[in-house]
């Protein structure tokens, strides 16, 4: 699997910092050293506007829960040129991956029973030919009332 140029891993997360530069220039965050799978940032004909070449960028962020514990879904865009990015929390609640009633690591994880071994895969943007940005993920915010544990739905925005 391509990690992306200039990405490396990190230890003990799983996830991969990227390190690549968009456009000319120095690449600039309004939200810096976050931790993204740099693999995410896929179909770059669809991330892009095609009104006036924004490039846009959607992932899970852990950086708005001081615990890390939930995450949250972010979108981060760049004017044409995309020497900068700014941010914006596109979810309206916190996606709990360690309380999940679906695929859970189970005994096999000690500590860890309840948390979501698989999650985040589906997750998309597309800009519209109006420029606007659809964005799809699925997280795990609404609680099941019988177990306690959280589902897992998709969801939508239009930015």
């Known amino acids: 699997m391509d990690k992306g140029q200039g990405s490396r891993p990190r230890k003990d997360t799983g996830t991969y910092e990227a390190r690549q530069r968009v456009g000319e220039g120095k690449v600039t965050s309004d939200r810096p050293n976050r931790r993204i799978p740099a693999w995410r940032v ?5 991330d892009v506007s095609p009104v006036d070449g924004t490039v846009g960028v959607l992932y899970h962020d852990r950086s708005y ?3 890390r514990n939930t995450y949250d879904t972010t979108l981060s865009e760049s004017p044409a040129g995309g020497t900068s990015f700014a941010s914006a929390k596109v979810s ?3 996606s709990h991956p360690c309380e999940s009633l679906f695929f859970r690591a189970g005994t096999d ?9 698989f999650h985040g895969d589906y997750i ?3 800009y519209g030919s109006d420029g606007n ?18 589902l897992q739905f998709v969801y939508f925005a239009r930015r």
């Open 109 to 117: 994880a000690p500590g860890f029973v309840n948390c979501a071994v």
């Open 133 to 150: 940005a659809n964005l799809v993920w699925t997280d795990m915010r609404d609680p099941d009332a019988a177990s306690g544990l959280y």
């Open 124 to 126: 998309g943007l597309t």
């Open 65 to 67: 829960d001081p615990t």
């Open 92 to 94: 309206t609640a916190s």
């Open 42 to 46: 896929t179909n770059v004909p669809d």
